[in-house]
């Protein structure tokens, strides 16, 4: 037949399910994007506490059109920052579930090999 693929079908309940040996891929992916976004949130203060270089009107504008911008940058990147940490969150409760599990079935192979 040639090209065939395997579908396996999803866990009762749908959602997701994860791969032990994967999740911690997975998180550490998450916790880099944590660090990217502390860093940006770094230069959003900068930005939104920038000062104008001189007292003439042009630099007066310049701080009023910079200011806002920053501040927004800032405020959405504080909202992605709560995201992530939630997300690494649920991602770490995922695995721990995973680890729990894991060890129950490892219980319950281990009772039925000493019951036969």
């Given amino acids: 037949m040639g090209n065939e693929v395997n579908m396996s079908a999803p866990s009762g309940g749908g959602g997701f399910?994860?791969?032990?040996?994967?999740?911690?891929?997975?998180?550490?992916?998450?916790?880099?994007?944590?660090?990217?976004?502390?860093?940006?949130?770094?230069?959003?203060?900068?930005?939104?506490?920038?000062?104008?270089?001189?007292k003439e009107f042009a630099s007066g504008d310049w701080e009023k059109l910079a200011n806002p911008s920053g501040k927004a940058f800032l405020e959405q990147n504080q909202k992605m920052q709560e995201y992530v940490k939630n997300y690494i969150q649920a991602l770490l409760d995922a695995k721990k579930k995973i680890a729990v599990a894991d060890a129950d079935h490892t219980g319950d192979i281990s009772k039925a090999g000493t019951q036969a």
């Fill in 17 to 54: 399910t994860f791969d032990a040996d994967k999740i911690d891929g997975v998180i550490k992916k998450w916790q880099d994007l944590q660090t990217d976004l502390q860093n940006d949130a770094a230069d959003a203060n900068l930005m939104a506490d920038v000062k104008a270089p001189g």
